[in-house]
């Protein structure tokens, strides 16, 4: 930490603005060392600032300079005086504590602290010879620190919830539009395939106005209902797929090859956003 006597410009001594950690490892426990500068009472790891290092660079200097660790996870704690104690009675320090963590188990410590230990805060609380400071940080821990994230962790909960229902309620919205399509269009498809069989039963050289008229609202109805998600189940040339076809006959043949494959369609299938609305009828060769 170097020396406490710091003069400023005006040649007057000022308060050391330092930070320290409080820092936990992967299974929660707090790491403390011993230091002879604080009556080899157990303590944080810091230091002061330096000109020009932010808060997090200098917490972060510190703590690798005095135990090796590398640090992450940086949260503000709460901000205490250390002045003019009775160990060291020059001193005047600001000091700005923080919650951190760290993956790395190996520690090696400096000539700042005597040993360290790695134990569960309400633990550290049962050690005599832990520094009152300390103390009451680790008890500020426990007690508002943890209680105060804990707010913040079920807000967030809270609004990860509603924004879940948010999407939900758009999900359910949509198959609702969609099941309300399907019953409408269970009543308008018969209208398109009778307009279909229509065509289909004259001659394709027609030059009748009306059948001219007829091919072209065929295919305006035909657009409108790809444009909804609306398309026709194949048939021709497929094999029979019961997911999707229904076999309302059997047609023998001789061609082996030609066994479980669609003979003709008797009535058109529809599919709405690939989800089956009307089955395909179909007859299905059969090998003698």
């Known amino acids: 930490?170097?020396?406490?006597?710091?003069?400023?410009?005006?040649?007057?001594?000022?308060?050391?603005?330092?930070?320290?950690?409080?820092?936990?490892?992967?299974?929660?426990?707090?790491?403390?060392?011993?230091?002879?500068?604080?009556?080899?009472?157990?303590?944080?790891?810091?230091?002061?600032?330096?000109?020009?290092?932010?808060?997090?660079?200098?917490?972060?200097?510190?703590v690798k300079e005095e135990t090796g660790l590398s640090i992450k996870d940086i949260k503000y704690l709460n901000t205490v005086e250390l002045n003019r104690t009775e160990e060291r009675p020059n001193m005047h320090m600001v000091v700005m504590r923080h919650v951190t963590k760290t993956s790395d188990s190996e520690v090696k410590l400096n000539d700042e602290h005597s040993k360290f230990d790695w134990r569960a805060p309400e633990d550290w609380l049962k050690e005599k010879d832990i520094h009152p400071s300390i103390k009451e940080t680790i008890e500020y821990y426990l007690n508002e620190f943890l209680s105060k994230n804990d707010h913040e962790g079920l807000y967030k909960r809270a609004l990860a919830d509603y924004q879940n229902l948010l999407k939900q309620t758009a999900k359910e919205k949509m198959e609702f539009a969609m099941f309300a399509n399907e019953i409408m269009l269970r009543e308008i498809l018969p209208v398109y395939d009778h307009l279909k069989m229509a065509i289909e039963h004259h001659n394709e050289e027609s030059k009748d106005e009306w059948l001219a008229g007829v091919k072209h609202v065929v295919k305006q109805f035909k657009d409108v209902l790809e444009k909804i998600g609306v398309t026709e189940i194949k048939t021709a040339g497929e094999k029979f797929d019961h997911n999707s076809m229904e076999a309302i006959k059997n047609e023998e043949t001789a061609d082996e090859k030609l066994d479980g494959q669609v003979a003709k369609q008797m009535k058109a299938g529809y599919k709405l956003n690939g989800k089956v609305i009307e089955a395909a009828k179909v007859v299905?060769?059969?090998?003698k």
């Open 1 to 62: 930490m170097g020396e406490e006597k710091e003069v400023n410009n005006f040649g007057c001594k000022y308060a050391i603005f330092g930070v320290s950690a409080l820092i936990f490892n992967e299974e929660g426990k707090l790491f403390l060392a011993k230091s002879p500068k604080w009556k080899n009472l157990w303590m944080v790891p810091g230091g002061k600032v330096e000109f020009g290092e932010s808060m997090s660079e200098a917490l972060e200097r510190e």
């Open 284 to 287: 299905v060769y059969k090998v």
